[in-house]
């Protein structure tokens, strides 16, 4: 980070639509998705619930989160009908 | 071109102000010694004398949130509030200054509860002096007119972009009847240009404010804001100036009377000022060379202009009409000291607190503190000395 005070914007106003995308909130999880696709029965409900907005439809057509961002919240787990989601901790680096 | 004089009480030569101003929205909250600036304002919109818009909210704290949002969006915003009320939109007071937006708002001081008082001290103007707003004192209807306009010409230049807040003593100015010379409404025209954020929420141009910061970035935002809070002064300066080519009235950071060749100076803010000055000229004639120095820019604190006016006086003695618990020196008289510290041959400077609660100090009471406060046994004592305080 090199941004000097004299660079803030007015009143920290962001001119930059969508930046929030570009911060990893994946760095803040300590669980994460794990998927059994044979129980995915491709409701979208996972997509629905999640609070990150971070679950999208892969060429196969299901519903995965996207690790970039996903935070481990574990909403998507509860929520499955087929609990096709299970929590597993991140792996110690 | 003569300009009449008319008498108007404090608070409806505000109005009259910010009606002149054509404000845009007044979301705003009644409470003693306010409510009469609301109410005429709430009167002038609804007669249509004022095309504005008049929000009714239901709390302080919701009022200026809700002038947060109408000057986001490029609307001239006005509010008025004292006491509690300035205490219950505290928080909102800091997020005001830090995004930047040129709200003017008139603060009837009042004392803060407890226990409850509706009468006036500078109380409420203690608890906000960090919150990040330009803050100026007026001591009678004129300078609060003159003030409201000038307010909003300052706050939103656009190398500013600060709320401003405009202090009247409460009930001492709010309700007392005074005269003053109105300027014309072509007048007020041609000083104050259109309000124009150069970031103003817009869905053509769209832009987040009220953004959060990780503390790798807090500290630059806060350096952000402090300097554009200093360099305000130039601005300040510039429309006074502007003004005074305009009305013949000249306002400066630091006002005097008869403090030029002084060897003590009474050292205060707000309309006990004028009750100083009959002290100052009674002592006057009794050849002791006095005189009064006050703060007409409280911020940002106005320390060269200080300096410059204490001269070469040998004594100041500050009038605090605040009470800080627990310590052993006012605030102002703090603020006063330590901007005078590196000075050499810097002057004695003692505190007297007084003017609680809507309590009185009479011209005699001056010239008391300024008998008590020459003496060097009242000089090495660092105490709270509440003047008239019954034992």
Partial sequence: MTLSWKDIEIGCI??????????????WRADRPE??????????????????????????????????????????????WTKAISMVQEEEV | MTAKMIGLEGSLAVAEAAKMADVDVVAAYPITPQTH????????????????????????HSALSA?????????????????QGLELMHEVLYVASAMRLPIVMSVANRA???????????????????????????????????NIICAFKIAENKDVLIPVMVHL????????????????????????????????????????????AMPVVFTETKKAQDVALKESKKVILEIWSEFEKLSGRKYRPVETYKSEDADTLILMMGSFSETAMLAIDELREEGRKVGLVRFRLWRPFPKEELIREIGNAKTVIILDRSLSYGTYVGSVCSE??????????????VGFTGGLGGRDIAVAQF??????????????????DIIGVRE
């Fill in chain 2, 336 to 349: 006063v000291r330590a901007a005078l510290y590196a000075r050499e041959n810097r002057p004695d400077v």
């Fill in chain 2, 169 to 212: 003593d409460g009930f001492h100015l709010s309700h007392v009847v005074e005269p003053l010379y109105l300027l014309d409404q072509e007048q007020v025209d041609s000083f104050l240009p259109d309000y124009d954020h150069p970031l103003a929420l817009n869905p053509e141009k769209p832009v987040s404010m009220g953004a959060f």
């Fill in chain 2, 112 to 146: 803060l509860s407890g226990p409850l008082s509706v009468w006036g001290d500078h109380s409420d103007v203690m608890a906000v002096r960090d919150v990040g707003w330009i803050q100026i004192f007026v001591e009678n209807a004129q300078q609060a007119f003159d």
């Fill in chain 2, 367 to 384: 010239k008391d503190m300024v008998d008590k406060g020459e003496q060097a046994e009242k000089k090495s004592k660092d105490e709270i």
């Fill in chain 1, 35 to 80: 998927y059994d696709f044979s129980r995915c029965i491709k409701c979208g409900i996972c997509y629905i619930y999640c609070p990150e907005g971070c679950i999208y439809q892969n060429d196969d057509g299901y519903f995965v989160a996207d690790m970039y961002y996903c935070k481990g919240c574990g909403i998507c787990a509860v929520e499955c």
């Fill in chain 2, 67 to 83: 002038c947060l949002g109408s000057s986001a969006t490029g609307a001239r915003t006005f509010t008025a509030t004292a006491g």
């Fill in chain 2, 37 to 60: 600036i609301v109410e005429r304002l709430a009167d002038m919109v609804a007669s249509g004398e004022l095309n504005a818009n008049y929000i009714p909210v239901e709390s302080e």
């Fill in chain 1, 14 to 27: 962001v001119t930059e639509p969508g930046s929030a995308s570009e911060y990893r909130t994946g760095d």
